[in-house]
């Protein structure tokens, strides 16, 4: 109940909870009417909900794509630094053993 100010009272606050309440179930209640009489039935909302949930899994997918591309850059690069290490060795190798050079040498 409200006092003559507009304000509610405490001692009738329980029933505006209530009437409020009511007044939420009973407008859901008629926007579910006015869904049900435009055609969107039931079958409808769960192809609707279908749809959502597709398009959810399909940014699930991207997301992970994009993950995957990123780890399969990074083993990339992996292995192209251990085919450049590989590279320097053996440059290395065959600045050292020079043929003509004497292998005793390097060891000595």
Known sequence: MQDGMGQ???SSYQQYQQQRFMRQEQQAQQAQQAILSAGADS????VMDTINA???ISRDLVGAQKQLEAQIQAQQ?????MQQNIDNVIA?????FKPGTSSSSFLQ
């Not at 690069?77 to 630094?81: A, D, E, K, L």
């Open 8 to 10: 509610v009272t405490p």
């Open 92 to 96: 290395q190798l065959q600045t050292t």
């Open 77 to 81: 690069r992996q292995v192209q630094q």
């Open 54 to 56: 597709l398009r959810s």
């Open 43 to 46: 079958f409808s909302q769960k």
